[in-house]
């Protein structure tokens, strides 16, 4: 099989999708991505095709932190995702035209590539990473992270404040949506969710418990678990010399304006006996700002870090906070938006961690938090397995290997997602 992988130009898409390929490429099949220009180089070591997509999608930045409301949020994100998907198109037709591929695999927040890749014609599957915005019953409404409900009352209340929040999502995603598949001759989609199920296989990057259960999914949906990975990068030295319990603070790769998470958090703690280290990516701490028991660093392999850590404070990014939890590290969420309080509200829902709206962001509040997440190892120990079980990297191979046979499963019917053997 010979697969083209398109991401869209953030690290948190392309990161959970490498130890995928990866064990394509084990398995014998060639792989060639199109992602990220600055992550080429470290793909191409990695032993892949790999070439930058086109400048003018990753010079398109999203700017939703201006927003002063979710609404208006949303709206910036959805605008960006429309202008990417104009340049995606001709970018992803270059790809298939230069790398014949018999299979393409799409991250799914590329409109424009998907709508590319479902009119080429011949398999291709999406990915994604974040909490899926598919409604069913007794789920939440999608968006605001609200709590799941049972009973009539619970049931009343999705049913009235289900189309308050999802029409208007729908009326700013479903537009920008429709004009890349108009761009290539296909029919407009009614429903927002369709944008996820459309391809004949989407690889659902997370599982139970962390996803609430629900009784069917759409057949095309195959729930992985979140296949965490982390640039290659030796431990730092003086890790193995930490004795007291260790606190991984951690901010969005991408910016969001989320930097006072790590100052708040570094206040709150620089008097609790643990060793904070605190990865701000896309933040800029002061040296003044930083305590007695805190490093603070732009980058660090995670990976390492949890493996002793006591407890993750986190932005809601599904990447880090999946990757603490498969760790059986219990987790402090603040989310800040974007699909955030989502996977807050999973945390607490799963008892794995903590959840503390942005809103409420103190030094006491953290601290209160974070030590009441300590205390739910269990929870997260729950969510580990759930994840191991889900088969991982060589279940999502499996999978884009059975729909390059033709085995994939189409749309229609109903499908209980799980692992796939």
């Known amino acids: 099989m010979r697969l083209l992988v398109y991401t869209s ?43 930058a997509i086109a400048q003018q999608v990753e010079a398109l930045e999203h700017d939703d932190h201006l927003a002063r409301t979710p609404p208006g949020r949303i709206k910036r994100a959805t605008a960006v995702f429309g202008a990417r998907a104009a340049h995606e198109i001709p970018d992803l037709r270059a790809a298939i035209e230069q790398e014949r591929p018999d ?16 009119a080429w014609g011949g398999p291709w599957a999406q990915w994604f990473p974040y909490p899926l915005p598919l409604p069913a019953p007794g789920i939440p409404p999608y968006g605001p992270g609200l709590k799941p409900a049972s009973g009539p009352w619970g049931r009343l ?51 139970e418990p962390f996803e609430y259960p629900r009784r069917h999914w759409p057949p095309s949906v195959r729930m992985v678990g979140p296949c965490c990975w982390d640039p290659p990068a030796e431990p730092p030295s003086w890790l193995a010399g930490v004795k007291r319990p260790l ?5 969005s790769s991408e910016f969001q304006d989320d930097g006072r998470l790590a100052t708040t958090a570094l206040e709150a703690l620089a008097g609790e006996d643990v060793e904070v280290v605190a990865t701000v990516p896309a933040a800029a701490i002061q040296r003044a700002d930083v305590p007695a028991n805190a490093r603070v660093e732009p980058f660090l392999p995670h ?31 603040v989310p800040f938006g974007r699909d955030q309080y989502e996977v807050a509200r ?15 962001l103190s030094p006491d509040r953290v601290r209160a938090s974070v030590r009441e997440a300590m205390t739910l190892r269990a ?9 191991q079980a889900a088969g991982g990297a060589p279940a999502a191979a499996a999978a884009l290997e059975e729909l390059s046979s033709g085995g994939a499963t189409q749309r229609g019917g109903d499908h209980v997602a799980g692992p796939q053997t």
């Open 346 to 360: 999973r945390v607490e829902t799963a008892r794995a961690g903590t959840r503390l709206p942005s809103q409420k």
């Open 157 to 207: 209340r999705d049913r009235i404040v289900g189309p308050l929040v999802s029409a208007p999502v729908a009326r700013t995603f479903t537009p920008g949506v429709n004009r890349a598949r108009a761009a290539v001759g296909l029919a407009p989609l009614t429903a927002f969710g369709d944008i996820f199920t459309v391809a004949p296989l989407l690889l659902y990057l997370t599982a």
């Open 9 to 51: 130009p953030a690290r948190g898409h392309l990161f959970p999708v490498v130890p995928i390929l990866d064990e394509l490429a084990r398995r014998g099949h060639a792989v060639t991505l199109r992602t990220l220009a600055s992550q080429v180089p470290m793909l191409q070591r990695r032993g892949f095709a790999a070439a």
């Open 379 to 387: 929870g997260a120990h729950r969510v580990a397995a759930g994840f």
């Open 247 to 251: 606190v991984l603070v951690s901010t």
């Open 103 to 118: 299979v393409l695999l799409v991250d799914a927040m590329s409109w424009g590539a998907s709508a590319a890749a479902e």
């Open 303 to 333: 990976g390492a870090i949890l493996a002793r850590a006591a407890c993750a404070v986190t932005h809601g990014g599904a990447g880090v906070t999946q990757k603490a939890l498969a760790a059986g590290v219990p987790v402090c969420v």
